[in-house]
């Protein structure tokens, strides 16, 4: 299944609107070759813009519009996310061979994950058009699992 540009170009509009980033300059980029992830987001706070990227190859993501959501928050926590991914380096330093940074960092990473997942849910219950949640990349996991 390939996402619509023209359906991710008006998800963005809406959801910029209902999430107040109508002030940040935010455009998409389809990834068209095998790709881990469902989506990502590239920041530069400091000028207000990001560029959404959407795994168009192969979508682990079956709903395009919660994955559009779930990376625009990540542009909501960016401050946060900077702010204690720096306290972590200021306790730990930044070795990436030292346990206890790998500890921290990998525990913070998977509760950002979490949070902006669970937030996007929640949009996506109270307003999206589409409201079945992707099981996609669970999904794909099984599938693996099982040998389908």
């Known amino acids: 299944m390939k996402f619509n540009e023209d359906n991710l170009k008006e998800l963005l509009v809406r959801w910029q609107d209902v999430l107040r980033l109508r002030d ?7 990834v068209e070759k095998d790709w881990r992830k469902s989506g990502d987001v590239k920041i530069n706070s400091e ?13 682990k993501s079956t709903n395009l519009e919660e994955l559009v959501i779930h990376e625009l928050l990540h542009i909501k926590l ?12 200021g306790v730990y330093g930044k070795d990436r061979q030292d346990p206890k940074l790998n500890f ?7 509760l950002l994950e979490n949070t902006t997942e669970e ?3 929640g949009y996506v219950t109270l307003g999206a058009k589409d409201k079945e949640l992707s099981f996609g990349k669970l999904k794909k996991e099984v599938e693996e699992e099982i040998g389908i």
Not at 78 to 89: A, R, S, V
Not at 104 to 110: G, S
């Open 24 to 30: 940040w300059d935010i455009q998409y980029q389809f």
């Open 47 to 59: 000028d207000k813009k990001a560029i959404l990227l959407i795994n168009n190859f192969n979508p």
């Open 104 to 110: 921290a960092y990998t525990q913070f990473m998977k």
């Open 78 to 89: 960016w401050g946060m996310d900077q702010m204690i991914e720096e306290l972590i380096y």
């Open 119 to 121: 937030l996007a849910k």
